[in-house]
């Protein structure tokens, strides 16, 4: 790391330093030493925060998800006993799986503001390694989508099957079809349900100017990949585009990335979203339910997986019409569930009409 261009950490609408003092390696995850030196976070505003003055000083709450605790604490309590001796503060913090706030007290304001820095930006280290729970959605499993999927699998299979890697368990589970918008990583019923709100604030403040209040034509034409090299394919994905050539969809898609990216829910993953539909997926060898597309796959390693040979789809199915369908919602799906219509459970939606 450049000690003149230390990473930058966003939290809060606030910007902060992560100043790496030393490291120790530890066997666990959760048991990584994040360090921010003594006085690095003493002297910040507090005005992205509440502290509180008490008969006995100065208090500040701060909700966190159960599943975070252990970061907080570290291997052996060392963690938290470091905060605390640091900053000349108290934290306390709720009983494994009992979800609750963390209560930083002190005698001076500036130890409470400090603690309080050092476990947000502690706490942002460890979310970004957390596996992703949730994803925004487009359904696309409507029943005429499915059945052109179906034919689309088998002429790839009877034309295809003898190129290196084409096999049935690579294509997606046609009842859950769908366009991916972006992760997001929550871990209680409060996070799941700050996402569903935002959903609706972002109905009214922009989806419905953008939609008019009616379902989006999109039509599902086309077949694409997503590295270098055809002939070592780890994703092929169909191509969506609006029946009536305008950009919509793809307007809602960006808007509401944006305001999630703001809120802190979902990180940035690329610049613009990428309107796909994952129809093959390397990844689906091991976990036919993995609903990733390919940007998130740089978590998995690559000896993990085993590329197929796509030329001849490509060349083949090029231009294979999947169908039209009309696109009424936005959905907070869960990963690794499934409703009655097959599709993912859904926590939250954001209605067209």
């Not at 060392?78 to 503060?89: A, I, Q, V, W």
């Not at 359904?139 to 179906?150: S, T, V």
């Not at 290196?164 to 996070?191: C, D, I």
């Amino acid at each position: 790391m450049d000690v003149l261009r230390p990473p930058l950490i966003r939290i809060g609408g606030r910007v902060y330093r992560k100043n790496l003092i030393q490291e120790h390696a530890f066997p666990h995850e959760e048991e990584e030493h994040f360090y921010a030196g003594p006085g690095d976070c003493a002297d910040e505003a507090s005005d992205a925060f509440v502290v509180e003055e008490t008969e006995r000083g100065f208090q500040c709450r701060v909700e966190v998800p159960s599943p975070l605790y252990k970061y907080i604490i570290g291997k052996k309590g060392e963690t938290k006993k470091r905060l605390e001796t640091e900053t000349r503060t108290s934290i306390s913090i709720p009983k494994p799986g009992v979800e609750g706030e963390i209560v930083i007290t002190g005698q001076h304001r500036s130890g409470v503001i400090s603690a309080r820095t050092r476990i947000d930006v502690l706490l942002d280290s460890f979310r970004k390694k957390q596996p992703f729970t949730h994803f925004l959605s487009f359904a696309l499993n409507q029943p005429a989508i499915q059945e052109k999927f179906l034919q689309f699998k088998e002429q790839v299979l009877e034309k295809c099957s003898k190129d290196h890697g084409v096999r049935s368990s690579l294509f997606q589970n046609p009842a859950k079809l769908h366009l991916t918008l972006g992760t997001l990583v929550l871990l209680n019923e409060q996070e799941i349900q700050k996402a569903c709100d935002l959903l609706q604030r972002c109905k009214e403040d922009f989806v419905d100017q953008i939609t008019g209040g009616q379902p989006l034509t999109v039509e599902v034409a086309g077949v694409e990949y997503m590295n270098d090299d055809p002939a070592m394919t780890d994703v092929l994905y169909a191509k969506v585009h609006m029946k009536d050539g305008s950009d919509r969809l793809q307007m809602v898609a960006d808007q509401l990335v944006e305001r999630f990216l703001a809120s802190g829910l979902m990180l940035k993953e690329w610049d613009r979203v990428k309107l796909h539909a994952t129809v093959m997926n390397t990844l689906f060898r091991k976990d036919p339910t993995e609903e990733r597309n390919n940007t998130m796959t740089g978590k998995s390693s690559f000896k993990e997986r085993e590329s197929f040979n796509g030329q001849n789809i490509l060349k083949l199915f090029e231009n294979f019409y999947f169908g039209e369908v009309q696109l009424d919602s936005v959905r907070l799906s869960q990963r690794f569930s499934s409703d009655a219509s097959g599709y993912y459970a859904t926590s939250g939606q954001l209605c067209f009409s």
